[in-house]
Antibody
Framework: QVQLKESGPGLVQPSQTLSLTCTVS????????VHWVRQPPGKGLEWVGA???????DYNSALKSRLSISRDTSKSQVFLKMNSLQTEDTAIYFC???????????WGQGVMVTVSS | DIQMTQSPASLSASLGETVTIECRAS??????LAWYQQKPGKSPQLLIY???SLHTGVPSRFSGSGSGTQYSLKINSLQSEDVASYFC?????????FGGGTKLELK
């Protein structure tokens, strides 16, 4: 069945780089897109960016200068890298699937990332 | 960016009651709208897509309607398991944006 699972460090120091991995199963990255969505504690959802089935990427313009999304199709993994982290980047980060056409139909469990010294 | 304004921010209702949550877009999103349910400590779950299509496995007491800039989610005969936060999301234009959420509690 379709599954997505995020992994990465729970704590990142300010100004450092965040690296997250989304490991998927039950579907192909070459026929589905994977997106990252984040949620600050107790707040709403924010679309972060995406890697499309063809390998192209789109980023939230507010984060674009700090963000990179890539993938390894052989390992069924999608990677998020965000640099120059600040406290306002503290959030639960979810990876989620778009099956060729929107919206998001499956989500990972999320990983809590805290930016603090 | 398209702004999504969701109301109310919180809602208290009784079991068996009908509940309606509204979402207004800052411009026409041509039915490119989804509704999600999120329970505490869990990831969002898709309920409705294309404004009025029920996602597989979602109970029929959930329904979506609307067009243009105005959309709504209705829950008929509220059940205890419906206690959750609900979010709308537009996917008509990038960046895809979410409403601020509605927290539904039992009265």
């Amino acid at each position: 069945q379709v599954q997505l699972k995020e992994s990465g460090p729970g704590l990142v120091q300010p100004s450092q780089t965040l690296s997250l991995t989304c490991t998927v199963s039950g579907f192909s990255l070459t026929s589905n897109s994977v997106h990252w969505v984040r949620q600050p504690p107790g707040k709403g959802l924010e679309w972060v960016g995406a890697i499309w089935s063809g390998g192209s990427t789109d980023y939230n313009s507010a984060l674009k200068s700090r963000l990179s999304i890539s993938r390894d199709t052989s390992k069924s993994q999608v990677f998020l890298k965000m640099n120059s982290l600040q406290t306002e980047d503290t959030a639960i980060y979810f990876c989620t699937r778009v099956p060729g056409y929107p919206p998001f139909d499956y989500w990972g469990q999320g990983v809590m990332v805290t930016v603090s010294s | 960016d398209i702004q999504m304004t969701q109301s109310p921010a919180s809602l208290s209702a009784s079991l068996g009651e009908t509940v309606t949550i509204e979402c207004r877009a800052s411009e026409d999103i041509y039915n490119g709208l989804a509704w999600y349910q999120q329970k505490p400590g869990k990831s969002p779950q898709l309920l409705i897509y294309n404004a009025n299509s029920l996602h597989t496995g979602v109970p029929s007491r959930f329904s979506g309607s609307g067009s243009g800039t105005q959309y709504s989610l209705k829950i008929n005969s509220l059940q205890s398991e419906d206690v959750a936060s609900y979010f709308c999301q537009q996917y008509y234009d990038y960046p895809w944006t979410f409403g601020g959420g509605t927290k539904l509690e039992l009265k």
